[in-house]
């Protein structure tokens, strides 16, 4: 059975090409239940929110152990031949989990989102804090690609996520397009 996708093309630059979308998703599908997100360690942050921040001052999520990352990396090299990464974000949001408004600008690079939700979860994103954020929801029970660049001075991608419903596994890449 073909895995079903979505790719956004964030930065106009192309989204990597997926390969063996079925195994990413039979991985990424395994990391979803929730007997996965309560083994998991919590991230519970609470600040005054600051878009321009580099890393999110409010965060309610889970990390994934390295485990589940070693796991993951054979079949991320297969999917994605072309590229060079490392990986950046390694997260399970729970049902009401997000992460606020930022900018990673602390860390540029062309990145790669790739998520696998079972419920109600979006990427929101702007380039300016002038324009209204954009919001692209992720697939369900299927993988959503988002690709787009981050820069160390103004233009930033803002970006936040907000996991309305389900689980949403989001694995963060770092590349290069070889």
């Not at 790669?112 to 939700?117: C, E, P, R, S």
């Not at 324009?131 to 787009?148: K, P, Q, S």
Request: with cysteine.
């Amino acid at each position: 059975m073909q895995a079903k996708y979505t790719e956004y093309d964030i930065h106009g630059k192309g989204v990597p090409k997926l390969h063996h979308a079925e195994k990413l998703e039979a991985v990424l599908k395994r990391l979803t239940p929730k007997g996965v997100y309560d083994r998991l360690e919590k991230t519970v942050r609470r600040g005054d929110p600051n878009p321009n921040s580099p890393c999110a001052v409010n965060a309610s999520l889970a990390k994934l152990s390295d485990s589940d990352i070693i796991e993951l990396l054979p079949t991320l090299k297969k999917c994605f031949p072309t590229l060079r990464f490392r990986i950046s974000g390694k997260f399970i949001y729970g049902p009401g989990d997000s992460i606020d408004e930022h900018t990673n600008s602390n860390d540029p690079s062309n990145t790669l989102y790739i998520t696998y939700a079972t419920g109600e979860s979006k990427f929101s994103y702007r380039h300016s804090l002038d324009e209204d954020l954009i919001d692209t929801y992720d697939v369900t029970n299927g993988i959503t690609l988002r690709a787009f660049e981050i820069t160390a001075s103004e233009p930033y991608t803002y970006h936040k996520v907000e996991c309305k419903s389900g689980y949403r596994v989001s694995i963060g890449l770092r590349y290069v397009d070889l």
